[in-house]
Each structure stands twice: as structure tokens, then as C-alpha cells.
């Protein structure tokens, strides 16, 4: 079953198995804030069983361009298209956020980002990127960092 994310009553749902779930959850209501004040999309997430082709795309995309394999099991995901970008985010039960921007129209502004949760370690996966420090109120210290996808997915 799908669920919209509240960022004003920041909430647990699915994601209850990460040891992190209380800054996960602040993370993606940061995400859900972000896409409702930027665009008005209202942002609505899947357990990882019923999105199982978006993880599949994602993985794939961390796979060929930089050889990682993410450890964490995902607990959720979604895709959606605001103008023309496509969207995709995976939440994992380590605290770890990843999404792919892909415009449609515009091949060099591809990427993927990585977002840890407040209090998260730096997973070995992603031990050799450099991670930048985002203040937020709803989820507290987010580090982030991102690479330039080379290929067409």
C-alpha cells in the first residue's frame, strides 16, 4: 500500500525496521517538503516489494556506472515525473536515501545522490565519495553527496 509522506507530522510508517527510522523519516519528509513547495507534487512512497522495478532500475545505474552494490535491504521506493525529470528515490533500512534525477531532455544533467540520515555511519559502498553537511529541521544534519551518470538508462 502506498503512503503520502507528512512533513508537518513527521511519521514512522514503513519504515519501522531501520535502526534509524526516526531520522529516516525526517529525511524524507525533507525530500516530501522539498517537492511540495518546488514543484506541488505531492510525495508518495511504496513498500520495496510493490516497487521492485524502480530499485531494480536504480541498482542497475550504481552497478554500471561505479560498481556499487548497496548492502542495505530497501524499505522503500518511489518514481514519479515533475516537468520534465524523472524521479526516483530508494529509502534502505541502514538510514540511507539514494535518488536518480533524470531529466528527460537533457542527458548531461543526469545524476545520482546519496543522502545519510542524521547519526548514520558512512557505508563502505559509498566509503570513497566526499559527503557535504545540509542543516534541516525536520531531519536534522543530512550529508550528501552525488555523481554524473555517463550512460542512458
Do not use: C
Amino acid at each position: 500500500m502506498s503512503y503520502t509522506v507528512d512533513f508537518v507530522n513527521v511519521s514512522t510508517v514503513g519504515l519501522e525496521a531501520s535502526p534509524m527510522a526516526g531520522a529516516l523519516a525526517g529525511l524524507r519528509a525533507n525530500e516530501a517538503r522539498y517537492f511540495k513547495n518546488k514543484y506541488d507534487h505531492i510525495f508518495t512512497v511504496e513498500p520495496a516489494a510493490q516497487a521492485t522495478e524502480a530499485i531494480d532500475w536504480v541498482h542497475r545505474i550504481l552497478k554500471e556506472e561505479r560498481g556499487i552494490v548497496v548492502a542495505s535491504p530497501p524499505l522503500e521506493a518511489t518514481t514519479f515525473q515533475v516537468e520534465n525529470i524523472k524521479w526516483t528515490y530508494v529509502f534502505y533500512e541502514s538510514g540511507l536515501s539514494i535518488n536518480v534525477l533524470y531529466p528527460l531532455d537533457d542527458p548531461k544533467k543526469r545524476a545520482v545522490g546519496f543522502k545519510l540520515s542524521d547519526g548514520m555511519e558512512v557505508p563502505a559502498e559509498l566509503g570513497a565519495f566526499k559527503f557535504a553537511r545540509q542543516k534541516s529541521k525536520l531531519a536534522g544534519t543530512i550529508r550528501g553527496s552525488y555523481f554524473v551518470i555517463k550512460g542512458a538508462y
